[in-house]
């Protein structure tokens, strides 16, 4: 138990599909995080959140759309995804996002597309 | 830019074996430093973690030392077991207010009895 949270843990979609991808942080954190795990690749970071405003976006297309309500709550809205989009998802949160911080990941969620 | 290289995996070892998986950086500023593991099949977990020069991280009988001068942060133990079977993930916060969490490909340690 991480205190971050993430549901689904796997999905399957169809590349017309639409769904959404959920993160919860129970530790009182300020910042959240997405990042894609992929077969290929290293570790790649997606957006982050600072008190709920973006403050990040690595440059990812505009199927993926995040959403961030609140500082405990992290959305990945999914939609007309392509089948290399096929990856762990992975969720995190930290107090700030200077240095000092240490960033708490989620178990992550295991999106393929079809 | 900044970045994070580690060694090429798979490690093989057996059980009681020394471990060191190698761990470069190249950054501006000062970062912090973070190793994580990656246990099948679930997320990544903070193993030990360095903020300054000279410091040492450990934890679970692993350590790391911070080494500006040779821009390394090696991870080391000293007596490995099976269940220490997992991917290693080196991984670099930068400096500045960014949360940008650079991470290096991941060694894969398999531990045999």
């Known amino acids: 138990e991480t205190g971050v949270t993430q549901t689904p843990r796997h999905l399957v979609m169809g590349m017309t599909n639409k769904k959404s991808l959920k993160c919860e942080q129970h530790?009182?954190?300020?910042?959240m995080y997405w990042y894609k795990q992929s077969a290929k690749k290293p570790l790649e970071l997606m957006f982050v959140?600072?008190?709920?405003?973006?403050?990040e976006n690595n440059s990812v297309p505009s199927r993926f759309s995040p959403e961030c309500p609140n500082s405990s709550h992290l959305f990945l809205h999914l939609h007309t995804l392509q089948p290399e989009d096929s990856a762990l998802y992975l969720c995190?949160?930290?107090?700030?996002?200077?240095?000092?911080?240490?960033?708490?990941f989620g178990e992550g969620s295991w999106l393929t597309v079809v | 830019g900044d970045s994070v290289t580690q060694m090429e995996g798979p490690v093989t070892l057996s059980e009681e074996a020394f471990l060191t998986i190698n761990c470069t950086y190249t950054?501006?500023?000062?970062?912090?430093l973070f190793w994580y593991v990656q246990y099948p099949g679930e997320g990544l977990q903070l193993l030990l973690k360095?903020?300054?020069?000279?410091d040492k991280g450990s934890n679970k009988g692993f350590e790391a030392t911070y080494r500006k001068e040779t821009t390394s942060f090696h991870l080391e133990k000293g007596s490995v077991q099976v269940s220490d079977s997992a991917v290693y993930f080196c991984?670099?916060?930068?400096?500045?207010?960014?949360?940008?969490?650079?991470f290096g490909q991941g060694t894969t340690l398999q531990v045999k009895p």
């Open positions: 950054a501006t500023g000062y970062p912090s």
């Open positions: 360095a903020t300054k020069a000279d």
């Open positions: 991984a670099l916060l930068r400096s500045g207010n960014t949360g940008k969490l650079i």
């Open positions: 530790l009182g954190h300020n910042a």
């Open positions: 995190a949160s930290s107090l700030g996002t200077d240095k000092g911080n240490t960033i708490y």
């Open positions: 959140y600072n008190f709920k405003e973006q403050t």
